[in-house]
Structure formats: structure tokens, C-alpha cells
Nanobody, 122 residues
Framework: VQLQASGGGLVQPGGSLRLSCEAS????????RGWFRQAPGKEREFVAS????????NYADFVKGRFTIFKNKVLNTVHLQMRSLKPEDTAVYYC????????????????WGQGTQVTVSS
């Protein structure tokens, strides 16, 4: 299966973007689906994940209250609604699928999307 990420772009501080991740196979299922990001010169870090078979989301502390992750099981998509964006949110955002319904840490990821660039700048 391939994960296709989209929705990145250039936005001003305080603005919003919605990222989407679509699985190429609509029958694909994995206990956890989520998002990571990687800024230049930094390690890839967890942003948010959701239990595919339930509704429990997990968020990194730095996005709590600003980002919302949600899914559409019919279309097999996962979305990340980002609000109140800050320059430090600038990174390539990667969607991921892994083998845990809880917080989707790097070691749990089995599938990666290709990444979509988010740039927050005035």
C-alpha cells in the first residue's frame, strides 16, 4: 500500500492548513495512523496519531489545542487540521501507518507517505 500525503503549502503565522493522507488501497487497515514532521537539520518527530479502530487521538504537546487529527474510514483517509500555525511548525509533514492504536512512535511505523511541505512565514 502507498500513503499519499497532500495539503501542504505556504501560510502566514496564525493561519490554517489541512493535510490529508490517502491509502492507495481502501481496504488497508492498520491499528494506528498519524503524522510526523521533520524540519531541516532536525530529527523526525511525532505530531499526532489516531486509533484506526476507535477514536482516541494522541498529540504531541507542542500541537495540543491547535491541531486536530480525524479519519474517514470509508475513503481510508486521515486528516490533520492545523490552526494557529507558527513559524516553528515549518517542516515536511509525513503521514504514517503503524502497528499500535496508541501514540504512534517511530518504532511502530510500518508505512510512510512521501511527505508534504508546510511553510509558515510572513
Amino acid at each position: 500500500v502507498q500513503l499519499q500525503a497532500s495539503g501542504g503549502g505556504l501560510v502566514q503565522p496564525g493561519g490554517s492548513l489541512r493535510l490529508s493522507c490517502e491509502a492507495s488501497d481502501r481496504t488497508f487497515s492498520s491499528p494506528g495512523r498519524g503524522w510526523f514532521r521533520q524540519a531541516p537539520g532536525k530529527e523526525r518527530e511525532f505530531v499526532a496519531s489516531i486509533n484506526w479502530f476507535g477514536d482516541t487521538p494522541n498529540y504531541a504537546d507542542f500541537v495540543k489545542g491547535r491541531f486536530t487529527i480525524f479519519k474517514n474510514k470509508v475513503l481510508n483517509t486521515v486528516h490533520l487540521q492545523m490552526r494557529s500555525l507558527k513559524p516553528e511548525d515549518t517542516a515536511v509533514y509525513y503521514c504514517a501507518a503503524g502497528n499500535t492504536p496508541g501514540r504512534l512512535d517511530l518504532q511502530h511505523v510500518h508505512y510512510w507517505g512521501q511527505g508534504t511541505q508546510v511553510t509558515v512565514s510572513s
